[in-house]
């Protein structure tokens, strides 16, 4: 498009305009530099997880070219995969991460919305008050957090310290404040009138919500999906504290605790279970980023 | 389709009075725009019959029942938003029907309105097209759409043409002309325009700090603007307003504007301003179109002076002149072949019989 107006403008003008485009080539000259460099830093890692994981425990401890594979095997991953303790984490990961996110999702939209547009006493103080829980470390969170379960096993004879739905009540401490954030600043982001002119077109709050908002800020309510996805998936610290039986853990806490025997450690099973554990977050980003995309620019072009 | 009455509406947010206590009455059918300048109460106005805001005092009845407290979906209005507000994610037809499918109408029913509304528009091959697909004026009429496939008591148009260039926005205001002209619902419309509140209202209201200044055909405001506000704010270029006073000249009343200039008043406009205080600042109003060029023969109650222009700005069909009288800029319109050019003189003649005084202090119209 921009070339388009270069080549239609006059000889005086394509000066100027040539002077933009050198600015601009140099600085995508720079972008790429700096994007590449990126890329190596973060693509490095996985890359050595994955060359790893196709070697035998000889070969990883062989004094060999650690960059490539001699005799490669795929013994890691069938040993994982046949292995009824490692599908039992990636089943518990599963069912918290799936739970987790639609928790977050069924309080924080409608919360986002009350305190994006149902203008209250004390609505901006709450919804900075939001954030700043979200402020707060976990590792500051787990000890109040382990005590109460402590105090509500005691009082109600309800056990749920060692059992994996326990994360379903405490991921959401980190996830609905941030995707509670996330959704205010997507709904605020709607013009006034739109739900004006659903109120009037008879419309109630919670069809304003649904029937407007919702599919308005689907861009919005993917990436704090994503989020929300993500956190649970990749939690550490609350489930190593909160989850102690092998039965009852999840993917992260799982790998450490069941492939490092002591001082052994199997690292071509932790970088195969690492990979297999890093798959369907890829996989939902690779899925929902299209949607993502297709959902900001859906009917910018004429068609 | 109903009447509208405010009674003594007002409008408090924290401190500030926005609307302060206006009356209004309108009738059945009636097509009344609200003009002002920013600022004045009008949009709040429109938002308070809309039920958009609480009112703080006073009563609004739609079709002779109070509304206070209804809310706007109980209230039978539609309304048509500066920006459109169209459902980004829905068609053209989706946005039409909205309204209409919360409602549960019967299919039917729903089409047959958006093919009707559609006709009427113009718009029945964009049915099925996105908002972001169509260009403004396209996404103003399927706005209007919306408010017509609900077919409501009454009609509010907030500034729906200030996002549309010149060219469209005097297109798209034949067309809501036309469309109340077929549909003949009870309209409120609020413009910062003069020229769209002239040429599309019954009747006007002209606000001002949140008061009513003056209600009125556009022809009596224009003729019979009852403050030097109106008087100002209604007309384009603006009225003139020249500081003078009124003597006495041999028995005969006249209006001094200058040491060399005075004009005696036409016996109408004598009699008229007859009981004035001599004494009394007043302003000489004057639109542009009754200071022309001299003619050669003279008519009743003109009269002529000499001035040195300031400014000449050729229309094609006219000239306006502008030059200076008592520290005031005043403008004229002259024929484009009567030789006005900047900085020379030239001879002018005023048109007293379409003259107003008006008070310098209170700015009241005598």
């Known amino acids: ?303 | 389709m109903a009447e509208v009455n405010l009674r003594k509406v007002i409008k408090r947010y924290d401190e500030v009075e926005a609307v302060r206590g206006i009356d209004l009455d309108i009738a059945d059918h009636e097509f009344v725009v609200l003009v002002g300048p920013s600022g004045c109460g009008k949009s709040t106005t429109l938002r308070m019959i809309a039920g958009l805001e609480d009112i703080s005092g006073g009563d609004i009845l739609i079709g002779g029942d109070v509304v206070n407290d209804v809310p706007p979906k109980d209230r039978d209005i539609a309304m048509v938003f500066q920006n459109y507000a169209l459902y980004p994610h829905m068609t053209v037809a989706e946005n039409m029907s909205f309204g209409l499918r919360l409602k549960r109408y019967p299919k039917a029913e729903i089409k047959s309105r958006i093919d009707e509304a559609a006709r009427m528009l113009d718009i029945v091959e964009l049915v099925d097209r996105k908002p972001k697909q169509l260009s403004g004026g396209q996404r103003q009429r399927v706005a209007m759409g919306r408010a017509i496939v609900r077919n409501p008591k009454v009609f509010l148009f907030d500034e729906p043409l200030s996002n549309l260039d010149a060219k469209l926005r005097v297109q798209m205001r034949i067309e809501i002309k036309k469309v109340h002209q077929k549909v003949r619902t009870t309209t409120v419309y609020v413009t910062h325009d003069q020229v769209e509140a002239m040429t599309l209202a019954d009747r006007v209201v002209v606000m001002n700090h949140g008061r009513i200044e003056q209600i009125g055909t556009p022809t009596e405001l224009y003729h019979h603007p009852a403050t030097r506000f109106v008087a100002s704010f209604i007309g384009s270029p603006a009225m003139n307003f020249i500081p003078c006073q009124l003597e006495d000249a041999a028995g005969k009343p006249q209006v001094r504007i200058s040491d060399k200039i005075a004009f005696p008043l036409p016996a109408a406009r004598a009699a008229r301003y007859q009981k004035i205080p001599r004494t009394d600042k007043l302003l000489l109003g004057i639109r542009p179109e009754h200071i022309t060029e001299a003619s050669a023969h003279s008519e009743p109650g003109v009269e002529s002076f000499d001035a040195v222009l300031d400014v000449t700005e050729p229309m094609g069909m006219e000239t306006l002149i502008y030059f200076t009288l008592q520290g005031a800029q005043v403008c004229g319109r002259v024929n484009p072949n009567a030789g006005a050019q900047d900085g020379a003189p030239l001879r002018l003649a005023v048109d007293l019989n379409n003259m107003h005084l008006l008070n310098e202090v209170t700015g009241a119209v005598l």
């Open chain 1, 1 to 303: 498009m921009s070339t388009l107006t270069i080549d239609k403008a006059g000889p005086t003008r394509k000066v100027k305009y040539g002077s933009m485009s050198r600015d601009r080539a140099w600085a995508l000259r720079w972008s790429y530099f700096f994007l590449i460099l990126f890329a190596i830093f973060s693509l490095v890692p996985p890359l050595y997880m994955l060359i790893t994981s196709l070697k035998s425990s000889a070969e990883i401890s062989a004094a060999t070219n650690p960059w490539w594979v001699f005799h490669p095997t795929l013994s890691n991953y069938i040993e994982l995969l046949t292995s009824n303790q490692f599908l039992r984490f990636f089943w518990n990961s599963a069912m918290v991460a799936i739970i987790v996110v639609t928790i977050t999702m069924l309080i924080s939209v409608p919360a986002a919305f009350a305190l994006a547009r149902m203008k209250f006493w004390g609505s901006a103080t709450l919804a900075t008050g939001v954030f700043l829980t979200y402020l707060i470390p976990d590792s500051l969170l787990f000890l109040p957090l382990f005590k109460m379960l402590v105090l509500v096993g005691n009082w109600t004879g309800i056990q749920l310290i060692n059992r994996w739905y326990v994360l379903l009540f405490i991921y959401p401490t980190l996830t609905v404040p941030f995707c509670t954030w996330i959704m205010i600043g997507y709904f605020a982001s709607i013009p006034k009138e739109l739900d004006e002119a659903a109120i009037i077109d008879g419309a109630s709050w919670f069809q304003t919500l649904t029937r407007i908002f919702i599919p308005v800020a689907l861009p919005g309510l993917i990436a704090a999906t994503i989020f929300a996805f993500t956190v649970s998936w990749a939690q550490f610290l609350y489930p190593l504290v909160f989850t102690t039986s092998t039965d009852q853990l999840v993917l992260p806490v799982g790998i450490i605790t069941t492939l490092i025997k002591g001082d052994v450690f199997n690292w071509g099973q932790i970088m195969t279970g690492a990979l297999l554990g890093a798959a369907p977050p890829l996989i939902i980003y690779a899925f929902l980023m299209d949607y993502y995309i297709a959902g900001l620019t859906a009917g910018a072009t004429k068609g």
